[in-house]
């Protein structure tokens, strides 16, 4: 902090202001206070696989058109060279590097996932924690807790807003996604809870994104918006830019402005015992998370019951009404609108066996033996049935009828994807950009991470050898 | 266009999507297409009253410790030199110019007001108009037509949302002030239409700030940001970026979620006959113009009544319930603070004749005589009284009991600041930076701004001589 005291304000920047609520005091001063050292090795493993998953889907997609068109915006504008592009050899300043990043890895819609509540957020944290550990040289350590802390703070927050606030219409990867990038870039520049107090604040108040956008680049922009903005506050905040005292709390305040309904104990409920990062979910499939128990179903059909397409005369998928609410899409048009049609990714799935990102292109949404298919299948908005569960009840030609229930996704807590399958995803995304043997080292140098004393060969194996 | 054309898009961006809602087409429609020369004389006449009142707040406030942060900040951060911070030497790239200057015009509370909807558009309009015109080479014309039409669309948006909108607790500078500051960007960059319905999705899905950030330097932070967002969404726009078509008016767009009632007709009516601008305000003190119609009540009974202080026994304001919750504050502990403290407002008036910037600071707020007037005035919340009038009835120690009504205040359209009044406060708020000569000629550049071919003069004269 020496190098950047804050100057020019009123009072103390380290203690928190006594008019903060109580529960964003805990909160915050959990998040801020507790040593690196602190946070349970088990929570940092699970850190550790969000890092290398979250490489994996940014390394991807780096050339991806929305990727791009941020990134040669913001050469365009200029910077110091404080970050890298992952992917890529352009470097930037670290929030564009935190937007830009942040785009790349929503783009595929492939990023993990807090279950209970569908925040995305370990793209907005490694985005903007990435960008400011390799620009301020901090440890792999503190870059794991970062991640870990931000995660808790993000999952909570969105906890205690949720159903409401998402029912609203918000992206909460835009909203809480960028409280959790605002802590982990306070814990990067080693924000006193004060000042961390001050951060989350002015992140608070610039959270944004309606799921209108759900289906168009913007989706994507979203993410790489909060992990902007929460670089952006805490970098403010360093400086001594103050926010209003209990921008959470307050009658006027992000709760209260965009949520119908807050549980603040939530907030704190358990915190330290009790790590919402347990809850987190990493996708095997490039879509949202809401469809994949249906493809789920769709592929124990082909795999288990040997359901071949031309066998299925009509499947009727029974999800969650939200599932069939989001996953909507009747006429999907590009592979992107295909992720928002679960009848495509279903259809997709039994054909090709998988859905993963080379599924969901154009060209597959206008194939006549997926439109066919997808004709036969009919989405069925279901009240009983939790939106992590599906059941499919297909309909033979020969006459048979099979059911399938998926009660935990692959992927989801109670069905973990196994660092392995991990590694897996990691490579299939990773191997065409930078070649088996650099994503191989990529990967040994995360698992690695906790004894790293920077980023710096992370980052360095992180983009194209030579650049 | 030609150096930035839309690439990895699906579709024409020139035309408007056909799932775009009515409303939002013909708006849009109207302020992308409108050439500059069929913007009536008069409505750039007030762009151009509004682009000298922009200056004088801009360059008074340059070295405000908000506007000094961010800026430090951007030069941290690095970038191309494309555009000036007013008031300072310091050349940042446009986007950051865009948020300091909306900061620092913003941060005494003394910028412009469209009326009906307390909507300070002028600010977003202008720090990212003037840093695009700077950075692109557009002509004065050009730019005041930006201003005229930015300030159609954040003011007719405004009009549709208000009261729901800014009664849920959103800060319309921050939320429709983007879309202000995305028109008025795009207008510069000349985009088609459709390029322009993408640069209002994006500016849409980002627009933020909430009411709790009054008081604070966060709500300063609004208006730069508004101005920021929208320089950044028309350049990803321009290269290419889309958003989802029915940003503003589908299920989960922008109006829905951040809104309980939207009049949509307001969009239109009465478009490019009636124009939003004829209902700005011009500030003659420095702070929410919600307190204006008060302070003109003490500042007649003071004036025109003879009331000292001391002859003061009590004194009632009658004033609109929201005008009482706005201007609440009752132990303002800051001159920022005192600007949310109607009390103290009037007592300064009252005491020292006016309420400029210099009257809010911290000393004042503290000082025995103030506190001591303040005790003896009542806020009373009137259903009955109009937020843009007032009452005090002032019982005196001599038994007499006076009454005063405002019903339009000073700088209110129905009590316009004259051109010369405007350049009084103008050259109040310049001279001490810029010195008298410089902001003469600042001045005299301003009146003759429609017919400079770039504004380079004009920026050239806002920054100190010699830097």
New interface residues.
């Given amino acids: 902090m020496s190098e950047h005291a804050p ?4 009072g103390d920047q380290d203690a928190i202001d006594d008019r903060v609520s109580a529960q964003t005091r805990e909160l915050v001063t959990f998040a801020s206070s507790l040593p690196a050292a602190d946070v349970p090795e088990r929570v940092l493993h699970e850190s550790k696989r969000g890092l290398l998953d979250h490489l994996g889907v940014a390394v991807g997609a780096a050339q991806e ?2 990727a ?3 990134r ?2 913001a050469e ?5 060279p ?1 970050a890298a592009v992952l992917g890529t050899s352009t470097r930037l ?3 564009d590097a935190a937007l830009v990043n942040g785009i790349a890895a929503h783009v595929f819609d492939f990023d993990d996932t807090h279950i209970p509540t569908i925040l995305h957020a370990t793209t907005p944290l490694y985005a903007s924690g990435l960008a400011l550990a390799e620009w301020r040289g901090r440890s792999g350590a503190e870059l794991l807790a970062a991640h870990a802390l931000g995660y808790e703070v993000g999952a909570r927050v969105s906890v205690a807003l949720y159903p409401e606030h998402y029912d ?3 992206h909460m990867t ?1 909203t809480t996604g960028t409280l959790a990038a605002a802590t982990a870039s306070g814990r990067l520049l080693r924000l006193a809870p004060g000042t961390m107090t001050h951060a989350l ?2 992140a ?15 989706k994507s ?2 993410a790489g ?1 909060a992990a902007e903005s929460g670089v952006g506050a805490a ?2 905040a360093e ?6 005292p ?2 959470w709390q ?5 709760f ?2 965009m949520s119908t309904r807050t549980t603040v104990e939530d907030l704190v409920d358990g915190l330290g015992e009790r790590w919402e990062i347990f809850r987190n979910g990493i996708k095997p499939y490039a879509c949202g998370v809401v469809s994949h128990p249906p493809i789920d179903t769709v592929r124990v059909l082909a795999r288990e019951h040997g359901v071949r397409p031309d066998d299925v005369r009509r499947i009727e998928l029974r999800v969650h009404p939200l599932v069939a609410e989001l996953t909507g899409k009747t006429e999907p ?2 592979g992107l609108e295909g992720k928002f049609s679960v009848r495509f990714a279903c259809a997709i799935a039994m054909i090709e066996g998988t859905a993963r990102e080379r599924q969901f292109s154009d060209a597959n949404v206008h194939r006549e033996d997926v439109r066919a298919l997808m004709s036969r299948i009919d989405v069925v908005p279901a009240p009983d049935v939790p939106h992590e569960k599906a059941v499919a009840v297909a309909e033979l030609v020969d006459g048979r009828t099979v059911e399938v229930r998926v009660d935990a996704a692959t992927g989801t807590p109670e069905n973990r994807l196994s660092d392995a399958d991990l590694s897996e995803k990691f490579h299939d995304l990773v191997d065409p950009v930078l070649g088996q043997t650099q994503a191989s080292r990529l990967e040994d140098l995360v698992w690695a991470v906790d004894r790293a004393e920077t980023v710096d060969d992370i980052v360095a194996a992180a983009v194209p050898a030579g650049s």
């Fill in positions: 100057t020019g304000t009123a058109p929305a791009r068109i941020a040669e915006l365009e504008l200029g910077g110091h404080q300043r670290a929030p609203t219409g918000w835009g604040g002015i608070a108040t610039q959270a944004a994104g309606h799921r209108e956008q759900f289906g168009a680049m913007t922009f979203h918006h970098l403010l400086r001594g830019y103050v926010a209003a209990d921008s307050g009658r006027r305040g992000m209260a402005v048009r590009t």
